[in-house]
């Protein structure tokens, strides 16, 4: 019996990208494991297993999570293991290090990676760790232009492939009428007339959603007509509602919490911003930009692969004073705004019908014989 077993940092990276991949792999009468934070009952899932990830690399959290790995790994003799993002990676790579036998067809997926080329201690860190659990990973998958040039230059992986993206499921995200948009925005106190700007992840660190506040703060004083609506939960929404109540932004700025509907808040929004310090390929962006919703975002990886060089997005370098002129050149010049709305769409390339089959050519090897092409080695498209 084949079988398989994903790794994540957290359960809800599964549910939200992963679903269709599972869905394939129990068509092939694989047995599912997962092994996240946290848990669910899924009819996908045969067993789920919840491990604790701590973002300290060098952490005895984490150590003990790769005994487990381990063990998991020598007991159930998995046909495939894939791995994703930073955490749950290396440590599952490092527990295939530990095998002496049955050691399973392994993938890695980089959602991000957690260093640069000129980056500081902390950086170099990462950068050991990725190198150092290199040789496990049998294949090596990135997200973006720069992730692909690392790994590259570091030797990251056995065969190294690109692709745009886990998929976005288009389904999920149909046309709304008018009247659910002015209902919509209604429900969140936004006048017919006011310019709704958009937020939408966890608050974190790397999200950056202080930034966001400072420049609207003088976003917000240029242009009254204007709210900020930040869509997620997280450990840093307490600090950002209290840098709310410093800058007296109470009144126009709406936290929204977990939103169950995100397509319908996409298409009741002007504009999506986002500040992030660091990423692998945004969904946020992706999906605002095939909602019709143009973005203004930080000049980071990821985002300049969505966006640069199009009339439909707009980026501004991770400073508050940057994305205040930019958020204000683009709220001052009505023409441009309209040309930014009208221009926002989203590549098919990126799409789940796109993706699937060159993702699922990396991870199950029946389905490479059985499908003529091949993806890409070690070539950026």
């Given at each position: ?19 269709p ?5 129990k ?19 045969d ?7 701590v ?41 295939v290090r530990?095998?002496r ?16 080329e ?27 232009q ?16 690109y692709?745009?993206g ?9 046309e709304?009428?008018d009247k ?7 429900r ?23 930034l ?7 976003v ?13 939960s ?14 007296e932004?109470q009144?126009?700025?709406?936290f ?26 945004p969904?946020?962006?992706?999906e ?25 997005g ?13 958020l204000?050149a683009?709220?001052s ?20 019908e ?28």
């Open positions: 019996m084949k079988r398989l077993l994903i790794c994540a940092s957290r359960i809800s990276h599964i549910l939200n990208f992963h679903l991949y599972l869905a394939y792999f068509q092939q009468g694989y047995i599912i494991d997962v092994a996240a934070q946290g848990t669910v009952d899924h009819e996908l899932i067993h789920c297993y919840d491990l604790q990830f973002k300290n690399p060098l952490s005895p959290t984490n150590l003990k999570t790769v005994s487990t790995l381990r063990r998991l790994m020598e007991q159930n003799r998995y046909t495939l293991v894939y791995s994703n993002a930073t955490l749950a990676g290396a440590s599952a790579r490092l527990a530990k095998l036998k049955n050691r399973p067809y392994f993938v890695h997926i980089s959602h991000g990676y957690m260093f640069s000129h980056g500081g201690l902390k950086s170099r860190i990462y950068r050991s760790v990725e190198k150092l659990t290199a040789p496990q990973c049998d294949a090596l998958v990135v997200m973006n720069e992730d692909f040039s690392l790994a590259e230059r570091y030797h990251l992986g056995k065969t190294l492939h692709i745009y886990m998929g976005l499921r288009t389904e999920r995200f149909p709304i009428s659910q948009r002015a209902e919509t925005r209604k969140i106190r936004v006048a017919k007339n006011d310019i709704l700007l958009l937020c939408v992840g966890e608050f974190s660190a790397r999200k950056n959603q202080t966001l506040l400072h420049a609207f703060s003088t917000h004083r240029q242009h009254p007509h204007t709210v900020l609506a930040f869509a997620g997280g450990k840093n929404e307490p600090e950002c509602r209290l840098l709310c109540e410093k800058l932004l009144n126009a700025v709406r929204l919490g977990q939103v169950s509907d995100i397509n319908t808040l996409y298409r009741s929004s002007d504009l999506l911003v986002a500040a992030s310090v660091m990423e692998g390929l969904f946020n962006v992706m605002a930009l095939y909602c019709g919703l143009p973005v203004a975002a930080s000049r980071i990886k990821g985002h300049t692969d969505l966006l640069a060089e199009k009339s439909c707009i980026l501004f370098e991770p400073t508050a004073a940057s994305a205040a002129e930019a204000h683009v709220l010049d009505e023409k441009r705004f309209q040309t930014m709305k009208t221009s926002a769409f989203l590549d098919e390339r990126y799409l789940i796109q993706v699937q089959p060159t993702l699922l050519r990396i991870l199950d090897k029946d389905y490479q014989e059985a499908v003529p092409q091949k993806a890409e080695e070690g070539a950026y498209p």
